[in-house]
């Protein structure tokens, strides 16, 4: 099985901060990766898929880069509304696996 | 609007079983791959199984296999999950989500239940 591993486990910041944060496959998943965002309560939701495409809706302080095994999640400039818990998932094989999750906090 | 509606969770004792529903509106439930999806308390997602677009491929994680079968009635527009021999790291949030792409590759679970709850305890 693929390990995800996410760094860092969390994050404090405060609103208008540039946030990044990273995603390490255990091998190359070339650019089969997606990030999910989820509040306290809540579903998650999809954010960006195949590493750098942004899903229908999601705002475009939100992006995504990288390939084979590194990868990062980046908001440019945080809103009250981001501050909730990020989670990359790897669709290059079954089983899908996803990292520990990242708690962006204010 | 894509709605997925699921039932059936519930509090069961250690070994006991349980039988997962979701229904389905606002796609064509036929056209794509659906999934099953846990959440342990204070824990991190986990993909537990999912079922191609015609019933005919099944995938596990290997944590629920031998013991949870996927299942889906495209005529009904309906995802279930039979669980079997439960144990107490099978509680937790159960979500149904819907897949598009490719099984594996530029695939994502891009439509989200609320989820349902399972409690296994004695």
């Known amino acids: 099985d693929i390990k995800m591993t996410q760094a860092p486990s969390s994050l404090s910041a405060s609103v208008g901060d540039r946030v990044t944060i990273t995603c390490r496959a255990s091998r190359n998943i070339d650019i089969f990766l997606n990030w999910y965002q989820q509040k306290p309560g809540e579903a998650p939701k999809l954010l960006i898929h195949a590493a750098s495409r942004l899903h229908t809706g999601v705002p475009s302080r939100f992006s995504g880069s990288g390939s084979g095994t590194d990868f990062t999640l980046t908001i440019s400039s945080l809103q009250p509304e981001d501050f909730a818990t990020y989670s990359c998932q790897q669709s290059h094989s079954t089983p899908y696996t996803f990292g520990q999750g990242t708690k962006l906090e204010i | 609007e894509v709605r997925l509606v699921e039932s059936g969770g519930g509090l069961v004792k250690p070994g006991g079983s349980l039988r997962l529903s979701c229904a389905a509106s606002?796609?064509?439930?036929?056209?794509?791959?659906m999934n099953w999806v846990r959440q342990a308390p204070g824990k991190g997602l986990e993909w537990v199984a999912s079922v191609s677009s015609s019933g005919e491929s099944i995938y596990y994680a290997d944590s629920v296999k031998g013991r949870f079968t996927i299942s889906r009635d495209n005529a009904k527009n309906s995802l279930f999950l039979q669980m079997n021999s439960l144990g107490d790291e099978d509680t937790g949030i159960y979500y149904c989500v819907k897949w598009t792409g490719a099984v594996t590759g530029t695939g994502r679970l891009d439509d989200w239940g609320q989820g349902t709850q399972v409690s296994v305890s004695s």
């Open positions: 606002g796609f064509i439930f036929n056209y794509y791959s």
